[in-house]
């Protein structure tokens, strides 16, 4: 096996160091980089409206600001509600003082919790051993000052009484009051302000932006860039749209029930359920446990607080499991653990502001790679897509010695019928392993184990129980007419012979099949028993070329009037490839799949039918 080449081999480590500076520009550049973030997921939300406006004959720059100004009006008359929720919900606290404090006693147990308890335990000893001189300690003369001033008469004991020191604190200058309280608030405002000013240029810009995007992703590919872009913008569109359906339907039951409860702030509550939905699987945690601790201290008793709880799990459980799945679908197209890493890893990076931007940011690039072949990992990584087909995952089962994973399955599979598995996920992965055999990468011991493991699934699906549940005949309709199915070489090629015959009989057409030990000498005297022999010589890809060419020789020298016909399983375009060259070796017909074998066989028995009919 040729070594790699030096470039070839520093290759992954040269992705892997330019993949951890993307990462720390992320990190570094946040000031920057998530007031863009924010304006282009505005910007997917606001330009329907903007192009509606436009469209009914608005230009484009009064358009643009009075969608801007509507959406921040909205949002400030949010903003203004929680906070007014925030300030009655305060003013009405001390009301519940008592009932706090009682609550607080019942926790902790009459005679003190179980904390509290354990507290005093662990300062109690630790007063003990300050208290307790240590053993190796050495004695220490009495300093002169411990005595009085006359002789040797010691200190009293009101002498020794400490002194008591008052502490006063300086009143902060206004200056320390803005650093100290303002100073925070102007990070996020700033950003908030910029990302106002970009989302009104973006969306001025967005044909501008949207030709230069396609220039720097791949001038040559027009439409699949255009297709890319299409796909994001109607993927986070659809997600926002949706998730705003879902957390409205979800807030406001929470604000009505919570206002029958009577909790307290149950306008607020509604809202910030509302809002904090955006953020996934932290958000309607916080959104619960607020006025889940509330209740607690507010209500006596705990009928009303089971009452809260039972509303936010009833809430959340058909939020859940009926409206998330119906409205969603395959909206984003993130597998749940890609949700869950997402939510991960931009939280880690911009802290709040990531997690209600993971979702968006990981849509793109999961679009991105579905379009884009130098970014098609993400798609394997994050994409709800199965990362290997089923025939594929068959294969690997078998590679692993997984039977039972295999069993299960192919039995997924063969809802539609034994040719339906068949065609789509067994004969497919014999295909697989017969390539991998050829090229050198299968030991001939885990060979055998895979042919094992296959037959013993074919043998189980094609049992009495098996072709009954398929609601068809076991026996054929005529006697008369009997298909031979003949392997060409090896195990594989029996094994599709008797998948063939097998699927025939479900088909109410008569067929059995040879097996590979007979030698081909016996198999044309086998054939020779019937007086018009039809045949199908079972030959998998892709080194079965010769010697079925060989077996077509024979049989139509023996029988001229034999009708033969080739099963170049799984392989349609090496099939018609090759079928010149066995139409000249005797072949009538080269067969790609087991539905095109049964369409031939049931013209041959349809033929035999109808010459038995004539002669009778």
Request: aromatic content about 6%; proline content about 6%; some cysteine.
């Amino acid at each position: 096996m040729p070594k790699q080449s030096q470039p070839d081999a520093a290759l992954p480590l040269i992705r892997f160091g330019l993949g951890l500076m993307v990462i720390a520009g992320l990190y570094l550049g946040q000031d920057v980089l998530i007031p863009i973030a924010l304006a282009v997921l505005l910007s997917f939300v606001l330009a329907p409206a903007a192009d509606r406006l436009e469209r009914w004959r608005l230009p484009p720059v009064p358009s643009v600001i009075a969608t801007v100004i509507f959406a921040f009006s909205i949002l400030g008359l949010v903003g203004l509600m929680v906070s007014n929720q925030v300030v009655s919900l305060a003013e009405s606290l001390p009301k519940y003082q008592d009932n706090i404090t009682q609550r607080f006693l019942s926790l902790q147990g009459g005679e003190g919790g179980v904390f509290e308890r354990a507290a005093e335990t662990f300062f109690a000893i630790r007063e003990d051993i300050r208290k307790k001189p240590s053993a190796a300690e050495p004695d220490v003369a009495e300093p002169q000052g411990a005595r009085g001033l006359q002789g040797d008469e010691p200190l009293t004991d009101q002498s020794r009484a400490p002194v008591l020191v008052e502490m006063l604190e300086e009143s902060p200058s206004t200056f320390e009051l803005l650093r100290d309280y303002v100073s925070p608030a102007l990070i996020p405002l700033a950003r908030l302000g910029l990302a106002v000013v970009l989302v009104i240029f973006f969306l001025l810009q967005r044909e501008d932006l949207r030709d230069r995007l396609i220039r720097l992703m791949s001038r040559d590919r027009l439409d699949v860039t255009t297709r890319a872009l299409n796909d994001a913008g109607d993927r986070i569109g659809r997600y926002l749209r949706t998730q705003l359906l879902i957390n409205t339907c979800y807030g406001v039951p929470i604000a009505i029930g919570l206002a029958i409860i009577g909790l307290p702030g149950a306008l607020l509550w509604g809202l910030l359920g509302m809002l904090l939905r955006f953020i996934p699987y932290v958000g309607p945690w916080l959104a619960a446990s607020m006025p889940i601790l509330l209740s607690l201290a507010v209500f006596d008793g705990w009928i009303l607080p089971a009452a809260v709880v039972a509303l936010f799990i009833v809430l959340e459980s058909f939020t859940n499991m009926v409206m998330e799945p119906w409205l969603y679908g395959a909206s984003t197209g993130l597998s749940p653990v890609a949700v869950l890493l997402a939510v991960i890893f931009w939280s880690s990076l911009w802290g709040g502001v990531g997690l209600l931007l993971a979702i968006p940011l990981t849509v793109c690039l999961v679009v991105a790679g579905r379009h884009l072949p130098q970014f098609e990992f993400f798609t394997i990584l994050l994409g709800k897509e199965p990362a290997l087909s089923a025939t594929e995952r068959f294969y690997q089962r078998l590679l692993a010695g997984d039977h039972e994973g295999a069993m299960q399955l192919a039995r997924e599979h063969s809802g539609d019928g034994l040719m339906s598995v068949y065609d789509q996920v067994i004969i497919p992965a014999l295909a697989l392993a017969e390539r991998d055999r050829h090229d050198g990468h299968l030991e001939p011991e885990l060979e055998q184990s895979i042919i094992e493991s296959a037959s013993e699934i074919v043998d189980a699906l094609g049992t009495q129980d098996s072709i009954a549940a398929n609601g068809r005949a076991i026996e054929p309709h005529h006697q008369a007419f009997e298909l031979m199915c003949l392997p060409s070489r090896d195990l594989a090629d029996e094994l599709t012979a008797r998948m063939f015959a097998q699927v025939l009989k479900v088909q109410g057409i008569g067929a059995q099949h040879l097996s590979i030990k007979s030698l081909a000498s016996e198999m044309v005297k086998r054939v020779g028993e019937s007086e018009q022999p039809v045949v199908c010589v079972s030959a998998l890809p892709p080194k079965a070329l010769a010697h079925t060419r060989y077996l077509c020789k024979r049989l139509k020298q023996q029988f001229p009037k034999a009708r033969v016909a080739v099963g170049v399983w799984n392989n349609p375009v090496y099939a018609a490839r090759v079928a010149p060259r066995l139409n000249e070796a005797g072949a009538d017909a080269v067969l790609a799949n087991l539905a095109a074998g049964v369409k031939w066989a049931r013209q041959r028995m349809n033929e035999r039918v109808a010459v038995i009919d004539r002669n009778t």
